[in-house]
């Protein structure tokens, strides 16, 4: 059975900075890539981040680059969203998602899901 997990969600300030950790189980992961997307109240849920596991490429949103880091722990089938310089814009619940396909930006795409974790930055 796949799970995701997903944890690290918390209050911060604005211009603060967080990690949040999705650790995944059930099956080889090394060939999937692991996304990161969010979901502000009445709004759509979003890409934030991907990586492809086995080889470390990365894709960010826009509104994102430079500010959040994606990696990955082999070791410990774990990956992270680094969030730093964090804005109100930010809060949102986070949620972790793999899919089988190279690298895809859309939701649709993904297989398995985590059940999120919640960030909220007060300005």
């Known amino acids: 059975q796949v799970q995701l997990v997903e944890s690290g969600g918390e209050l911060v300030q604005a211009g603060g900075s967080l990690r949040l950790s999705c650790v995944a189980s059930?099956?080889?992961?090394?060939?999937?890539?692991m996304g990161w997307f969010r979901q502000a109240p009445g709004k759509e849920r979003e890409f934030v981040a991907a990586i492809r596991w086995s080889l470390g490429y990365t894709d960010y949103a826009g509104s994102v680059k430079g500010r959040f880091t994606i990696s990955r722990d082999n070791t410990k089938n774990t990956v992270y969203l680094q969030m730093n310089s964090l804005k109100p814009e930010d809060t949102a619940e986070y949620y972790c998602?793999?899919?089988?396909?190279?690298?895809?930006?859309?939701?649709?795409?993904?297989?398995?899901w985590g059940q999120g974790t919640q960030v909220t930055v007060s300005s």
């Open positions: 059930g099956r080889t992961f090394t060939t999937y890539t």
């Open positions: 998602a793999a899919t089988s396909t190279w690298f895809t930006r859309d939701s649709r795409g993904y297989d398995y």
